[in-house]
């Protein structure tokens, strides 16, 4: 079972100020977001750290050097928009239309999350790259596995992944991507370390049964939750009944992505 984050906040409520505003410096980004935002991201490396064997601990360690895997996992998003890897502004997103399966809907042609991820883990797999060209590749693979995770990165085509449905959140506005990459995340309160320590009681049954599928799998998951995501009330104010409602799909996801990164990288690295 699930440890609701709603019981480590109360443990950590003496503490709620200063994670804040650590969750502030560290985690925001802007109103038009690619991603699980930052804070979302680290939390899935942090859980994915806990879960490497050591083989593969110490072959990440070897790649990223001084950077933490928690940290290297938001680097595909700060370098999508430099000339080197503008090519793989698409490879966040996949469009899977309501009723279909992603072999029968169109695909981009300049790639998806589902075709790029399947074909970097298949590169880390083979062997054949420079050392430059598997950082990358891994570095990409575990951004990736996050950003599917994410329901809303498996979008239907018609508002791009939920960026154009403007809401108000506890006030402020905001839209309903950024609802779920970031909001619901830092109305918490919590660091991405709290969050990975409160979301990791998970027994191991389930996180057996969650080490299963692959890329396909895991987007078609996300798409089984679109109807609790646009189930939106008539005014478009969104706040703590909308939070609650839906906070244990964003648990869920996350703790998913994270055992589900290390799962693919030690299927990569474990025997080395």
Do not use: C
């Not at 990440?60 to 895997?69: D, F, Y």
């Not at 595909?76 to 992603?102: K, L």
């Not at 399947?118 to 430059?132: C, M, V």
């Not at 706040?239 to 648990?251: A, C, K, L, Q, S």
């Amino acid at each position: 079972m699930i440890l609701p984050v709603r019981a480590a906040l109360v443990a950590a409520t003496r503490a709620a100020a200063t994670a804040l505003l650590v969750a502030f410096f560290i985690g925001l980004i802007p109103a038009d977001a690619h991603a699980w935002g930052r804070t979302g991201h680290y939390i899935t490396g942090e859980i994915a750290q806990r879960h490497l064997s050591p083989e593969a601990a110490a072959h990440v360690e070897r790649l990223l050097g001084e950077t933490r895997l928690a940290v290297a996992t938001v680097w595909m998003d700060q370098v999508r928009s430099t000339e080197p890897y503008r090519h793989t502004a698409d490879w966040h997103w996949v469009t899977i239309p309501d009723g279909m399966r992603y072999e029968e809907a169109e695909h981009n042609p300049n790639g998806d999350v589902i075709e790029a991820l399947e074909r970097q883990i298949a590169a880390l797999k083979s062997g054949r790259l420079t050392e430059d060209e598997e950082r990358d590749a891994l570095r990409m693979v575990i951004h990736m596995i996050g950003d599917m995770h994410q329901p809303l990165h498996v979008g239907t085509g018609e508002d791009r992944g939920g960026n154009d449905v403007r809401v108000q959140w506890l006030g402020r506005s905001s839209n309903l991507h950024r609802v779920w990459d970031t909001d619901m995340i830092e109305s918490w309160g919590l660091t991405s370390t709290q969050f990975a320590d409160a979301l990791l009681i998970v027994d191991d049954a389930t996180i057996a049964a969650w080490k299963q599928g692959g890329p396909r799998d895991w987007a078609h998951e996300s798409v089984q939750y679109r109807a609790n995501i646009y189930d939106l009330p008539e005014n478009l104010e969104l706040g703590w009944e909308y939070r609650n409602r839906n906070f244990h799909i964003v648990e869920k996801r996350l703790i998913q992505a994270g055992l589900r990164i290390a799962m693919v990288l030690n299927e990569v690295y474990g025997g080395r």
